[in-house]
């Protein structure tokens, strides 16, 4: 199994934007061969700035990277090409990770 996370970091009070993004049911990623299922994580704080994981689960590395290189998926980052992040977004990065059991 193949996992793929997104880590968002906002300004307080605004985890909710991320969340409404990522927690749609369906669309495109769900469509794809391999892709297992999607899981948006608010980490608990009291104040101060707002971390949300987005883990997706691939049924293998290779199906990952199809849905990369998918025509869709391209098309998806295209159109955001050159426009500025959101000002509440302080930081945001991407690993991967193999199953090891």
């Known amino acids: 199994m193949f996992y793929q996370m997104k880590k968002i970091v906002v300004e307080e009070g605004h ?11 369906g669309g495109l990623i769900s469509e794809q061969p ?3 299922d999607k899981q948006v994580l608010l980490k608990k704080s009291r104040r101060g700035n707002e971390e949300v994981i ?4 691939w049924e293998s590395e290779s199906d990952w990277k199809n849905w990369e ?8 980052h295209k159109a955001n090409a050159g426009k500025p992040k959101p ?12 199953s090891q059991i």
Not at 54 to 57: G, L
Not at 87 to 98: A, I, L, N, R, T
């Open 34 to 36: 391999g892709f297992i």
């Open 69 to 76: 290189k998918h025509p869709d998926h391209i098309a998806g």
């Open 87 to 98: 000002e509440y977004v302080v930081e945001s990065s991407q690993d991967v990770y193999e």
């Open 15 to 25: 985890s909710s934007k991320v969340i409404e993004r990522f927690s749609g049911q």
């Open 54 to 57: 987005v883990m997706i689960r």
